[in-house]
């Protein structure tokens, strides 16, 4: 039985003949091949594929010699600290980007959908994260064994392609001017206490906790999602039928007055996108967010939908090796996109003419 140390790995399955192994391909390799010496190497006696031969021997072979005759069903036990474990790991997840290489036309010409559909928008989001994570993943691998680089370069062409694909997919899903709007609208100072209370009646000491709440989730709603101002107005208007549950008294006044400041607060947010859409645009460089993983699976994107739109956007360069993009966007965007605790952005403190 292994100790809990011990790395059970199927090297076979891991390391193709054409797989470079750098520092790598002197490690010795212990392995047991049946008499006369024909046959695969295997990583136990037991093996299966063992069980007709007459005698089985034992040998060390280095590294670069077995690569080729590994038996693909058998695992070789590797203390779990030694530095071939995360060789092989780092190989492995370099999978994928094989699977693409071989069905890079399909991934290029993949359609977008319906250009009205948000599933479609979403769709494209999923899958331009989901693959930029992937590249991103191999162009840490190359960097960590650089010896990996040369065979690694011809798998990532196919994928970045499907990326940027994907991106310009998602983008053209996408209304600019709603982002704006929505950076403008989280941009806004809050409403003084009190202001517009008066006209609200709802529990509490006065309609002035409604206009705070409504405020509130009228903003996070713009700031966090792809429908800008109709998104946050329908998330204002949610108080209000919270607030007042079954009872009818008084809610359709606290309504009409709520639409009443909405409307105040889209034409405020609406006049300072106005501003900004002809206003000199600022650059910014942006680390690409990991996607969170639990367990070795993907999980929930860190991003939300409206920093996604605005990196799909407004991305004018990428670099892969460093893991970065740049972005040229309107003063507010970029405010937003600085705060945010999901992003690790950097303004280049250089201004360039609106588009």
């Known amino acids: 039985m292994l100790s809990p140390e011990m790395r059970r790995l199927r090297l076979g399955q891991i390391f193709a003949a054409d797989v470079p192994l750098g520092l790598f391909q002197d490690l010795p390799l212990s392995c047991f091949r049946p008499l006369p010496g024909l046959g695969r190497l295997h990583g136990g006696a037991d093996c299966g594929q063992l069980r007709s031969a007459p005698a089985v021997h034992r040998l060390e072979v280095p590294l670069l010699l077995a690569v080729g005759e590994l038996c693909t069903h058998c695992v070789w036990p590797v203390p779990g600290g030694h530095p071939l474990v995360a060789f092989a790991e780092a190989v492995s997840s370099l999978t994928p980007l094989r699977a693409w290489a071989e069905f890079q036309a399909g991934l290029v010409t993949e359609g977008s959908g319906r250009a009205d559909s948000r599933a479609a928008c979403e769709g494209q989001r999923r899958r331009w994260r989901r693959l930029q994570a992937q590249l991103l993943e191999s162009h840490g691998v190359a960097a960590a064994y650089p010896w990996l680089a040369s065979w690694v370069e011809p798998m990532q062409?196919?994928?970045?392609?499907?990326?940027?694909?994907?991106?310009?997919?998602?983008?053209?899903?996408?209304?600019?001017?709603?982002?704006?709007?929505?950076?403008?609208?989280?941009?806004?100072?809050?409403?003084?206490?009190?202001?517009?209370?008066?006209?609200?009646?709802?529990?509490?000491?006065?309609?002035?906790?409604?206009?705070?709440?409504?405020?509130?989730?009228?903003?996070?709603?713009?700031?966090?999602?792809?429908?800008?101002?109709?998104?946050?107005?329908?998330a204002a208007m949610a108080v209000v039928y919270e607030a007042f549950g079954s009872r009818w008294r008084g809610r359709a006044e606290a309504l009409d007055a709520l639409d009443r400041l909405v409307d105040d607060w889209d034409a405020r947010a609406r006049a300072l996108a106005g501003q900004h859409a002809v206003a000199p645009r600022r650059s910014l460089t942006v680390e690409f967010p990991s996607l969170v993983r639990t367990h070795g699976q993907e999980g929930e994107d860190r991003l939300t939908r409206w920093e996604a739109g605005v990196l799909a956007v407004y991305q004018v360069a990428v670099h892969w090796s460093a893991g970065s993009i740049d972005l040229l966007v309107p003063g507010p965007v970029a405010d937003q996109l600085l705060r945010s605790s999901s992003l690790a952005a950097v303004a280049e403190g250089r201004d360039h003419p609106g588009s």
């Open 157 to 234: 062409a196919p994928l970045a392609e499907a990326v940027d694909h994907a991106r310009r997919n998602m983008a053209s899903l996408l209304n600019e001017a709603v982002l704006l709007d929505a950076a403008c609208a989280a941009a806004l100072p809050a409403p003084a206490l009190g202001e517009g209370g008066s006209a609200l009646v709802g529990p509490g000491p006065s309609g002035s906790w409604l206009v705070q709440e409504a405020w509130a989730c009228w903003q996070q709603e713009c700031a966090t999602g792809w429908d800008g101002l109709e998104a946050g107005r329908s």
